[in-house]
């Protein structure tokens, strides 16, 4: 299991919901915390 970067959630990681940066795969719960992490990556990929 993944942890969503956005609210720290447990999340599997065949879902859809995933955005790649800087070589890595970072998976989310919900769409809002996909589109959240979309906006500013950088933010959150540390």
């Known amino acids: ?3 969503d970067v ?3 959630m447990k999340v ?3 879902t859809d919901l995933k ?3 800087q070589g890595k795969t ?3 719960c919900s769409s809002h915390c996909k589109e959240e992490f979309d906006k500013n990556p950088l933010k959150y990929s540390r």
Request: with cysteine; net charge negative.
């Open 1 to 3: 299991m993944a942890t």
């Open 6 to 8: 956005i609210c720290g």
């Open 12 to 14: 599997k990681e065949n």
């Open 19 to 21: 955005s790649e940066f």
């Open 26 to 28: 970072f998976y989310f």
